[in-house]
């Protein structure tokens, strides 16, 4: 069995009931895609080609996880609510309807209505039965322009919450090309908002959760990164050496607030598998974060092939990978079961 933890979604009547808040042509610009991208990422709402690519895949099923863009960006506080309970039904109605698809899915949640977002993630985890919460950072105020660090004290609530359900967050980056690679600039060119922005933005992320102490507050809190943890397995030494730095040479403050040395809480996230055809990468990934950590995701369907090619590219890298047949099997399905608490008897 192959369990798919980070496999796109945007249910139907989700995204209709988007267009006709804010219009097609606003979505797609948020969404940063044209008629072409449209055409190439159908999958995301159309099962009849989603399941003919999944039935290459014999022994294949998905965790439905949302699709951006994020909600605060889509609507008001107020609008956001209605907007994520629809989102949530359709996921837990087609966990329902296909249970040899979709073996669970993912809440998403108005995080531009903090309290209105704890009582969703209940109501989600609760009476829909899904298995996590999906949060998109930056944190977006209603301008793409004005984002907000993952770290704030109104999501404390949220990380306590999580960490009783002991059920993890699904961390996905995001980076607009608005926003420019240098002041004398009005734009990011060459598609490197995105290329290497949304790593770095996972990259930022995971850095202030660390810093900030929340993994200290929340020991138990559990956290997904996209493409296998970004920058930080490749550069963990740089982090040791910097923080080493900081402290000895300079008092860095900002290390008091934490207990432990800083990497001992980066190895505490998880990582995907989604850097398509790259076992170079996952065994970096593999040894930074160790087995138990790692879990086979696949970005479905953001390729040039309506999401075939982010599903076998990201087998292939696992079993190309020189470890042992039982690690593989943790990686593809047995860390999924323990960290979504899976029905065993649903993935059979």
Same mark, same amino acid.
């Given at each position: 069995? $192959?369990?798919?933890?980070?496999?796109?979604?945007?249910? $139907?009547?989700?995204?209709?009931?988007?267009?006709?808040?804010?219009?097609?042509?606003?979505?797609?610009?948020?969404?940063?895609?044209?008629?072409?991208? !449209?055409? *190439?990422?159908?999958?995301?709402?159309?099962?009849?080609?989603?399941?003919?690519?999944?039935?290459?895949?014999?022994?294949?099923?998905?965790?439905?996880?949302?699709?951006?863009?994020? @909600?605060?960006?889509?609507?008001?506080?107020?609008?956001?609510?209605?907007?994520?309970? @629809?989102?949530?039904?359709?996921?837990?109605?087609?966990?329902?309807?296909?249970?040899?698809?979709?073996?669970?899915?993912?809440?998403?949640?108005?995080?531009?209505?903090?309290?209105?977002?704890? !009582?969703?993630?209940? *109501?989600?985890?609760?009476?829909?039965?899904?298995?996590?919460?999906?949060?998109?950072?930056? !944190?977006?105020?209603?301008?793409?322009?004005?984002?907000?660090?993952?770290?704030?004290?109104? @999501?404390?609530?949220?990380?306590?919450?999580?960490?009783?359900?002991?059920?993890?967050?699904?961390?996905?980056? *995001?980076?607009?090309?608005?926003?420019?690679?240098?002041?004398?600039?009005? %734009?990011?060119?060459?598609?490197?908002?995105?290329?290497?922005?949304?790593?770095?933005?996972?990259?930022?992320?995971?850095?202030?959760?660390?810093?900030?102490?929340?993994?200290? %507050?929340?020991?138990?809190?559990?956290? !997904?990164?996209?493409?296998?943890?970004?920058?930080?397995?490749?550069?963990?030494?740089?982090?040791?050496?910097?923080?080493?730095?900081?402290?000895?040479?300079?008092?860095?403050?900002?290390?008091?607030?934490?207990?432990?040395?800083?990497?001992?809480?980066?190895?505490?996230?998880?990582?995907?598998?989604?850097?398509?055809?790259?076992?170079?990468?996952?065994?970096?990934?593999?040894?930074?974060?160790?087995?138990?950590?790692?879990?086979?995701?696949?970005?479905?369907?953001?390729?040039?092939?309506?999401?075939?090619?982010?599903? %076998?590219?990201?087998?292939?890298?696992?079993?190309?990978?020189?470890?042992?047949?039982?690690?593989?099997?943790?990686?593809?399905?047995?860390?999924? *079961?323990?960290? @979504?608490?899976?029905?065993?008897?649903?993935?059979?």
């Amino acid at each position: 069995m $192959k369990i798919d933890i980070y496999s796109h979604i945007i249910p $139907k009547k989700y995204w209709d009931a988007v267009v006709d808040l804010i219009g097609d042509d606003r979505l797609k610009e948020l969404a940063g895609a044209s008629n072409i991208a !449209i055409e *190439r990422t159908r999958t995301l709402w159309n099962l009849d080609e989603r399941f003919k690519i999944m039935d290459k895949y014999s022994d294949l099923v998905q965790v439905l996880t949302p699709s951006g863009p994020p @909600l605060e960006l889509i609507a008001s506080p107020q609008q956001a609510i209605e907007l994520a309970k @629809l989102y949530n039904d359709e996921m837990a109605e087609l966990v329902i309807k296909h249970p040899d698809r979709f073996i669970s899915a993912i809440a998403y949640l108005p995080l531009n209505n903090i309290d209105a977002a704890l !009582i969703e993630c209940r *109501r989600a985890i609760d009476e829909l039965g899904l298995r996590g919460v999906f949060i998109h950072t930056p !944190i977006y105020e209603n301008n793409a322009t004005i984002t907000k660090p993952i770290d704030l004290p109104e @999501l404390m609530p949220l990380y306590e919450m999580m960490s009783k359900y002991d059920l993890p967050i699904w961390l996905h980056p *995001r980076r607009v090309y608005s926003i420019p690679d240098y002041t004398v600039e009005t %734009r990011s060119k060459y598609v490197i908002h995105q290329m290497f922005g949304w790593p770095y933005e996972t990259t930022v992320a995971m850095a202030r959760l660390v810093y900030s102490g929340v993994f200290d %507050r929340y020991p138990k809190l559990k956290v !997904i990164t996209h493409h296998c943890g970004a920058m930080v397995p490749y550069l963990a030494e740089r982090i040791i050496n910097q923080c080493e730095w900081y402290e000895k040479g300079l008092g860095a403050q900002f290390l008091k607030k934490i207990s432990k040395p800083p990497i001992e809480y980066f190895h505490k996230f998880f990582a995907d598998t989604a850097i398509y055809d790259n076992t170079p990468a996952l065994m970096c990934g593999y040894a930074f974060f160790g087995v138990d950590h790692i879990l086979f995701g696949t970005d479905m369907p953001y390729d040039a092939e309506f999401g075939d090619t982010s599903i %076998r590219t990201a087998i292939h890298a696992i079993q190309q990978m020189e470890i042992s047949d039982i690690d593989k099997q943790k990686i593809f399905e047995d860390n999924a *079961r323990a960290l @979504l608490k899976l029905d065993v008897s649903a993935v059979q």
